[in-house]
Nanobody, 115 residues
Framework: QVQLVESGGGLVQPGGSLRLSCAAS????????MGWYRQAPGKERELVAT???????NYLDSVKGRFTISRENAKNTVYLQMNSLKPEDTAVYYC?????????WGQGTQVTVSS
């Protein structure tokens, strides 16, 4: 089993920045990839960014150039640095972890971008 604990959400003005953190514990050796999904009210959940165990990254087109995903292996933590935030980025952001056989989710953290 893998447990995920998220932090870093909040309310920011357009153009501002936030950094989300997700700390993983448990069967860390089985993790193939980690990333972030988001879900806005009335919309489907979408993949924002992912990073594989080999370090390969992938991003949703609308966040490319603004968001950066990274890992700190010594702390078993993945980060999402979000810059130049837009109101359209408002959503609940969920940490995602993929193992060989299962998918795990964090509890979600609210990101609100508004004046």
């Amino acid at each position: 089993q893998v447990q995920l604990v998220e932090s870093g959400g909040g309310l920011v003005q357009p153009g501002g920045s936030l950094r989300l953190s997700c700390a993983a514990s448990g069967s860390i050796f089985s993790i193939n990839a980690m990333g972030w999904y988001r879900q806005a009210p009335g919309k489907e959940r979408e993949l924002v960014a992912t990073i594989t165990s080999g370090g390969r990254t992938n991003y949703l087109d609308s966040v490319k150039g603004r968001f950066t995903i990274s890992r700190e292996n010594a702390k078993n933590t993945v980060y999402l640095q979000m810059n130049s935030l837009k109101p359209e980025d408002t959503a609940v952001y969920y940490c995602h972890c993929r193992t060989t056989w299962n998918v795990y989710w964090g509890q979600g953290t609210q990101v609100t971008v508004s004046s």
